[in-house]
């Protein structure tokens, strides 16, 4: 079977011509061929799905957007897709899908809007609802270096890759918090965290996005 480094590829997404990210979902997402839930944040064309219904042969992908486009450029003959129009930023729609679809998904991988906001407030509202073992992804850290943007418009200091560098060494920490997730929130949180790990592409790459990290969060 192909590895997510060879499926990436071969469908020229750029998780892997630019980002270079195969690398590193081969390195934490062996154990999970098996899974049976899967869910992506952020449909955009849908070859990035095509891509997960490639790599998890018996699972249900679920695919979120704010808008789900028309001619998405999946094949789906076995009826393995649902798909969800909300707003990652609203908790409303956050919590109409899992209101819905329920929880216990296997994997979870966030490669929506990437600000600040979006990233952390999916984050609390979302990790409670994978299984025990589960895995959560998040991508496009280095939106976390763009300040005072449309990633960042409040310039919070506690950007989602300041955060995730404190979950990877801190996590007995009960001190902190940030603009998205309060002190309480974060801490209960870090209680169903086995560990946190922040993979960064090194650049060496033709063509690459420099600074292209990702976060792989794996819950007790």
Not at 131 to 153: A, C, F, W
Request: charged share 25%.
């Amino acid at each position: 079977m192909k590895t997510v480094k060879e499926i990436l590829s071969s469908l020229e997404i750029t998780k892997e011509t630019r980002h270079h990210y195969g690398q590193f979902y081969d390195k934490y997402f062996s154990e999970y061929r098996g899974s049976k839930k899967v869910l992506e944040i952020g449909v955009d064309t849908g070859i990035s799905i095509q891509a997960w219904l490639d790599y998890f042969p018996a699972a249900t992908i679920y695919g979120t957007d704010i808008l789900i486009q028309d001619n998405l450029r999946f094949s789906d003959p076995d009826s393995r897709v649902i798909l969800f129009a909300g707003d990652q930023g609203n908790k409303e729609d956050l919590d109409k899908f899992m209101n819905i679809h329920g929880g216990n998904f296997d994997v979870i991988i966030d490669d929506g809007g990437h600000t600040m906001q979006q990233q952390q407030l999916t984050l609390k509202t979302y990790f409670p609802y994978l299984r025990t073992g589960g895995m959560y992804v998040v991508e496009d850290l280095h939106t976390s270096y763009i300040m005072k943007n449309q990633y960042n418009p409040t310039s919070t200091p506690v950007t989602t890759l300041a955060l995730f560098k404190h979950l990877e060494n801190n996590l007995q920490d009960r001190t902190q918090s940030t603009e998205f997730i309060d002190v309480e929130e974060l801490n209960k949180l870090k209680e169903s965290i086995e560990y946190c790990v922040v993979e960064k592409n090194p650049s060496t790459f033709e063509n690459d996005m420099g600074n292209s990290e990702i976060a792989f969060i794996k819950k007790k």
